[in-house]
């Protein structure tokens, strides 16, 4: 029979906190820019059109950053107060922003010229947005509770909504629908406008006694589900069901102030006044990530590119972290790629479209023989270790040596150490060794004495060195040192356990109480 070698044992780990892929992919987003900005940073808006410029709300200014480098391109700072929702068109073209006296103003993106001017507000303009599917139009909300639809040809007002009766600090228009414009007022509620009616057509708020002011609201690509941020509570509503609650989701712990999703939709970011942004996945409203940020968190913007984080700060700090796309996913963008047809038809479609690149494969190619021909395949000899060698010659003395060294896993010294036990070849490996091959095995049994995967095997191990060594011991100073400190290891330990006892008796009597508390209410 074979010599079998030793069966290393492998003991379970403690429990590591993976991620998940949904972390690792919010992870991806690293490297974060830091710009320091005059004054709080209030709003950020990617343009949809690449390269996905970015305009940056903070002071008396609107700057417009590209993606690539970070740094200003165009600075607009035509304002005679704090500019308010800087917000890029559609097409990359023009930039609308609201001031704290009460005007909106229409640039255009390169010259920076004024092209529109709009002064029917008689307080500070909180939001100004052009409208998705209609860029003619452009919504702007107020401190003067008013909601204004603006007609950028004429430079007239479409219809004002008067339905609030506190300061509107968050609305846009509906993505599906043009006349559909979803605000959030101070008053706690947030309304759905119909812009040919001129009327709110449904209010949606919380709790009539405790509502809290709105500042964030979002309407999800379908039009038919809106979200508010009232407080730290994030809602859900139903908009088929008549404005209707379907969730209500508080976990962060202080005032949620701007929500953004990724390019689908199926991911919600929120961030707060507590310094965190957190990832929803919309599906199930769970949080799936969790960012910190050096203060609170004011505005948030995701590029429709999906490679970009931008954040800005109540301390005036614009933080932007970066993700690198992956190869697949910077050819996708390339799917015109030149296509005849006619070639490819004749040969039966063989060929690759042009441009397509393909990756050689790592895996060495086979020999393929012929259908009846015989293989003889080599059986590789496995080469033992050299304590699995002293093993096999009966050598105990000098195969626990082997794993005594540094370089050796403590898996692997007391596996056969226990192959020892087995073989009853531990008595004859220990006997006699002077101080200096001592040394090691005390050096073992002190260093794992509290591990609770070789608790009992040290144990084993200390009890027959004394009972092995117990006559001489005195003699030397360095055996005597080490035996010192495993006793002094040994008792500490002794004493940790009885602790964690009271303390495990301490919490069984604490939640026996709750529990017995808990059934007589139900009674």
């Avoid at 228009?173 to 006349?179: D, I, L, Y």
């Avoid at 609170?296 to 931008?310: G, K, M, N, Q, Y």
């Avoid at 479209?353 to 021909?373: C, M």
Wanted: net charge positive; proline share 5%.
């Amino acid at each position: 029979m074979d010599y079998q070698p030793v069966a290393v044992r492998r003991h379970a780990r403690p429990h590591a906190t993976k991620h998940s892929a949904e972390s690792r992919y919010w992870r991806q987003f690293k490297h974060p820019v830091f710009v320091k900005e005059y004054a709080p940073v209030t709003s950020i808006h990617f343009s949809p059109a690449k390269p996905h410029r970015y305009a940056v709300t903070a002071a008396t200014r609107v700057q417009i950053y590209a993606p690539r480098t970070q740094k200003v391109t165009k600075t607009i700072s035509r304002f005679k107060d704090v500019a308010r929702s800087g917000n890029i068109r559609s097409d990359g073209k023009l930039v609308v922003a609201g001031d704290d006296t009460g005007l909106v103003q229409i640039f255009d993106i390169n010259s920076r010229a004024i092209l529109r001017t709009f002064d029917s507000h008689k307080q500070p303009v909180h939001v100004t947005k052009f409208s998705p599917l209609s860029h003619t139009q452009v919504l702007s909300c107020s401190d003067d509770t008013t909601v204004k639809l603006w007609d950028v040809p004429s430079q007239a007002e479409a219809v004002t909504f008067t339905s609030h009766t506190d300061y509107v600090r968050s609305g846009e228009v509906s993505p599906c629908n043009p006349h559909l414009i979803l605000t959030g007022s101070y008053d706690g509620t947030m309304r759905l406008h119909d812009s040919r009616s001129g009327e709110c057509e449904m209010i949606m708020s919380g709790k009539a006694a405790s509502a809290s002011p709105v500042e964030a609201v979002l309407m999800l690509l379908s039009g038919t589900v809106a979200l508010s941020a009232a407080g730290p509570i994030l809602r859900v509503w139903d908009l088929n069901a008549g404005g209707r609650c379907i969730r209500a989701l508080s976990n962060h712990q202080k005032t949620v102030t701007s929500l953004a999703y990724d390019a689908n939709a199926g991911r919600l970011l929120t961030g707060s006044l507590d310094q965190m942004v957190k990832v929803y996945d919309i599906s199930t409203y769970k949080v799936v990530h969790t960012m910190r940020y050096p203060a609170s968190v004011l505005c948030l913007a995701f590029s429709p590119d999906e490679t970009h984080i931008a954040a800005g700060m109540s301390d005036g700090t614009l933080s932007v972290r970066r993700r690198q796309l992956k190869s697949f996913e910077t050819s996708m963008e390339y799917t015109t790629a030149l296509k005849t047809g006619t070639y490819e038809t004749f040969l039966g479609g063989t060929l690759p479209s042009v441009g397509q690149g393909h990756v050689k494969s790592k895996a060495k190619s086979k020999p393929a023989g012929d259908a009846g021909e015989l293989r003889i395949e080599s059986r590789r000899v496995r080469r033992l270790k050299q304590y699995d060698r002293f093993l096999k010659a009966f050598k105990y003395s000098a195969a626990l040596d082997a794993v005594l060294q540094k370089n050796v896993p403590p898996t692997t010294t007391f596996s056969l150490i226990q192959e020892l036990i087995h073989r009853d070849g531990l008595r004859s490996a220990m006997s006699g060794r002077d101080d200096v091959l001592l040394e090691p095995i005390l050096r073992l049994l002190l260093k794992h004495v509290t591990d609770p995967r070789f608790g009992d095997l040290v144990c084993d191990v200390a009890s027959l060195l004394i009972e092995l060594y117990s006559p001489v011991f005195g003699q030397s100073p360095l055996v005597d040192s080490l035996l010192l400190r495993l006793r002094k290891k040994v008792l500490t330990e002794i004493q940790l356990q009885k602790e964690l006892t009271k303390t495990k008796g301490t919490l069984e009597m604490v939640f026996s109480c709750v529990a017995l508390a808990t059934v007589s209410q139900e009674t």
